[in-house]
């Protein structure tokens, strides 16, 4: 691919954006992140999707949070893949919505099926994109109107995170899945991963659709594809409820950038309650008391990074991966915290500096075990990338952020909106023309350097 200039850029980014809108029955309407690999909605995507929307078509942002909060469980949880089609119908995509079941829980909405666990909550600071961005009176008044709608959703959404998923009892959400990282299989997993058995019979019972359209060496393994069956299953088989005992969840982990986003999405909202005539306090209140607990329960002091902590074992996980990072975006993160994420991320192990050719990878540079082209072990992520742009510019570090800021869209310039990129040279890796590489080049391209 030819080396694009800005305008040629900024056209592919829409084009994709384009191509991957879809109209459904139900005449809500939803980008999907690539029509190939992942041809539903995906929550976090989405959210990433309506910040590059805000830039160009806001209507359509707002149009999809809304197709997702409209299949929001009755209980607060936003699921993280909503289905296009009724049961069992289509064969697209694995785990579908024959696998999940969701018409047989009271909590799921009829408009849609859906899945069972949930992605980062991303979605309270893309509707504050959305809204800060209303150019026009007409613009804003239909920002206002639809946040009338949205903002009780996201508080509910909130609500369940910090209450239902509370399981470490300190005040952090647990994941019960990789799949709810949206870092599917980082090595952060790997030590929780290794005690849940790998029964490969799942994989003849079930068929893996993603390898159909995708590379084997750029996916998750068979043993690990047959432990996300087991752990989905095991969920399911509880009727996807939060308040069991601790072994009934074979995966059960406290996520550095999970939680970084849940805080972050408290203090989006804090923005939003006065549009909509809510007290801003408590969620302040509230992105404190997760940044705190954060340092406490996530900081090690020995590496200097945030890490994920195993639930059933009460131990952090050694690795560093990206994630660990990703608490920069929280404004009142203390000084010593900031200190140490910058001192890592311009270590060898990540390779942040003034004139970095490339954003950072997914997993530690030096590790042995690095995988360049393997998702989530090693490629560069280009929404991890962005959150740790916005993060550097939060904590006044222009000159690291201006770099990564360069060194993003020029990677996306020279490659296209690739899925993730090589670790060592920028090539496009993973499904080609994905939504969340072109709506987060559109924001990027909007505020320059
Ligand atoms: C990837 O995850 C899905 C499962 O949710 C998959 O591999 O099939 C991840 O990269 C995730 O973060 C992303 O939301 C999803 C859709 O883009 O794909």
């Known amino acids: 691919m030819n080396v694009l200039t800005n305008e040629q850029l900024w056209r592919l980014a829409v084009t994709t954006l384009?191509?991957?809108?879809?109209?459904?029955?139900?005449?809500?309407?939803?980008?999907?992140?690539?029509?190939?690999?992942?041809?539903?909605?995906?929550?976090?995507?989405?959210?990433?999707?309506?910040?590059?929307?805000?830039?160009i078509y806001p209507a359509r942002g707002w149009r999809d949070l809304r197709s997702l909060f409209s299949a929001q469980w009755d209980d607060g949880r936003v699921p993280h893949i909503v289905f296009d089609w009724p049961d069992g119908q289509d064969d697209r995509y694995f785990p579908g919505p024959d696998f999940w079941r969701s018409s047989e829980i009271l909590a799921a909405p009829?408009?849609?099926?859906?899945?069972?666990?949930?992605?980062?909550?991303?979605?309270?600071?893309?509707?504050?994109?959305?809204?800060?961005?209303?150019?026009?009176?007409?613009?804003?008044a239909h920002a206002v109107e639809r946040l009338h709608w949205l903002y009780p959703r996201l508080v509910a959404q909130q609500r369940y995170l910090s209450t239902?998923?509370?399981?470490?009892?300190?005040?952090?959400?647990?994941?019960?899945?990789?799949?709810?990282?949206?870092?599917?299989?980082?090595?952060?997993?790997?030590?929780?991963?290794?005690?849940?058995?790998?029964?490969?019979?799942?994989?003849?019972?079930?068929?893996?659709?993603?390898?159909?359209?995708?590379?084997?060496?750029?996916?998750?393994?068979?043993?690990?594809y047959s432990r996300?069956?087991?752990?989905?299953?095991?969920?399911?088989?509880?009727?996807?409820?939060?308040?069991?005992?601790?072994?009934?969840?074979?995966?059960?982990?406290?996520?550095?950038?999970?939680?970084?986003?849940?805080?972050?999405?408290?203090?989006?909202?804090?923005?939003?309650?006065p549009v909509v005539g809510a007290d801003p306090g408590p969620h302040r209140e509230r992105a404190s008391q997760?940044?705190?607990?954060?340092?406490?329960?996530?900081?090690?002091?020995?590496?200097?990074?945030?890490?994920?902590?195993?639930?059933?074992?009460?131990?952090?996980t050694p690795v560093r991966t990206v994630g660990g990072l990703v608490p920069l975006i929280l404004p009142e993160l203390p000084d010593d915290q900031v200190k140490a994420l910058l001192m890592e991320a311009c270590s060898p192990r990540f390779g942040l500096t003034e004139q970095l050719s490339?954003?950072?990878?997914?997993?530690?540079?030096?590790?042995?075990?690095?995988?360049?082209?393997?998702?989530?072990?090693?490629?560069?992520?280009?929404?991890m990338n962005w959150l740790l742009w916005r993060g550097l510019r939060e904590h006044g570090q222009p000159?690291?952020?201006?770099?990564?800021?360069?060194a993003m869209v020029d990677m996306v310039r020279g490659a296209g909106?690739?899925?993730?990129?090589?670790?060592?040279?920028?090539?496009?890796?993973?499904?080609?023309?994905f939504s969340w590489t072109a709506s987060l080049t559109l924001d990027l391209l909007s505020e320059p350097e």
């Open 399 to 406: 000159g690291f952020a201006d770099a990564l800021h360069r």
């Open 18 to 55: 384009d191509n991957n809108w879809r109209q459904t029955t139900d005449g809500l309407g939803h980008t999907v992140p690539s029509r190939t690999l992942y041809p539903h909605q995906w929550s976090w995507d989405a959210g990433f999707i309506a910040i590059g929307l805000a830039r």
């Open 228 to 273: 996300y069956i087991a752990i989905a299953q095991a969920y399911r088989s509880y009727g996807y409820a939060d308040n069991g005992p601790g072994e009934r969840y074979p995966f059960l982990v406290e996520c550095p950038a999970f939680n970084a986003i849940l805080a972050g999405a408290e203090h989006a909202l804090a923005e939003l309650a």
């Open 110 to 140: 009829p408009r849609a099926a859906t899945s069972g666990i949930v992605q980062p909550p991303v979605h309270a600071l893309a509707a504050w994109e959305l809204y800060r961005h209303a150019a026009d009176p007409a613009a804003r």
């Open 358 to 383: 490339l954003p950072l990878p997914s997993y530690d540079l030096t590790a042995p075990d690095l995988d360049p082209v393997r998702y989530w072990r090693g490629p560069i992520w280009l929404n």
């Open 164 to 224: 239902r998923r509370n399981a470490g009892g300190a005040g952090l959400a647990c994941i019960v899945h990789p799949w709810e990282s949206g870092q599917d299989n980082s090595p952060a997993w790997d030590a929780a991963l290794a005690a849940v058995p790998a029964d490969s019979s799942l994989l003849d019972r079930y068929q893996r659709r993603d390898l159909a359209v995708s590379h084997e060496s750029h996916r998750p393994t068979d043993a690990d």
């Open 290 to 316: 997760i940044t705190e607990t954060l340092v406490d329960r996530l900081f090690d002091p020995a590496t200097g990074m945030f890490h994920a902590r195993d639930l059933h074992t009460d131990q952090l």
């Open 417 to 433: 909106c690739f899925e993730y990129f090589h670790t060592y040279d920028g090539t496009g890796v993973g499904t080609a023309e």
